[in-house]
């Protein structure tokens, strides 16, 4: 199970940190990702760590802004977020797969439920 916590509101140009903690299965050695589903729009890439944080990925859209990152000690993953911007209101959901990696949602079996990020301008 993944669970997602850290969204709320913030203003534009805030900052804020999601966190995705693991339970009942050993994710840490998963691949992880985040991606965010904004009201009427597909559900899109934000990031992604490989299961050693050797390797991470980003939209171009938060580069720059967002960095994920992960402590497998405590099989969480996490996405702190800068210079936010309206355009980052959104729920927002982690996943995980044992094999894949990548900006493809299809990619990953499993998802948590999601956690709401609102910027007001």
């Known amino acids: 199970q993944l669970v997602e916590s850290g969204g709320g509101l913030v203003q534009a140009g805030g900052s804020l940190r999601l966190s995705c903690a693991a339970s009942g299965r050993t994710f840490s050695s998963y691949n992880k990702g985040w991606f965010r589903q904004a009201p009427g729009k597909e559900r899109e890439f934000v990031a992604a760590?490989?299961?050693?944080?050797?390797?991470?990925s980003y939209a171009d859209s938060v580069k720059g802004r967002f960095t994920i990152s992960r402590d497998n000690a405590k099989n969480t993953v996490y996405l702190q977020m800068n210079s936010l911007k309206p355009e980052d209101t959104a729920v927002y959901y982690c996943a995980a797969d044992p094999l894949r990696y990548g900006n493809r949602r299809s990619f990953y079996d499993y998802w948590g439920q999601g956690t709401q990020v609102t910027v007001s301008s």
């Open positions: 760590i490989i299961w050693n944080g050797a390797s991470t």
